[in-house]
């Protein structure tokens, strides 16, 4: 990664910049240090929308990987930390 842009990681599209530029996180190296979770932790809490399809997308951002490629095991404990969100959100 030459410049450090978000767009040069896997899974990371126009859409999904401007959602972790939004939140502050700016280049890559950021996301990177911030990890998968508090990353979607940030987005999650300016759009309340952002669905776990997106935190695959991260975690495999941070692992250098498509999202497709995250194993079962690595897919249940993100699945199990999403739905936690979920049952602590109030506006559920």
Not at 10 to 19: A, D, M, S, T
Not at 28 to 46: C, N, P, V, Y
Not at 71 to 76: L, R, T, V, W
Request: with cysteine; net charge negative; aromatic share 6%.
């Amino acid at each position: 990664m030459k410049d450090g842009s978000l767009e040069d990681l896997p899974n990371i599209g126009h859409n999904l910049v401007r959602k972790l530029e939004d939140v502050g996180i700016l280049k890559s190296e950021d996301l990177l240090q911030k990890g998968s979770r508090a990353a979607f932790m940030l987005i999650r809490s300016s759009d309340p929308g952002a669905c776990i399809d997106m935190l695959y997308a991260l975690e495999g951002a941070v692992r250098g990987i498509r999202w497709h490629g995250l194993g079962d095991e690595d897919k249940q404990s993100l699945r199990q930390f999403y739905q936690s969100i979920e049952k602590s959100d109030p506006d559920e």
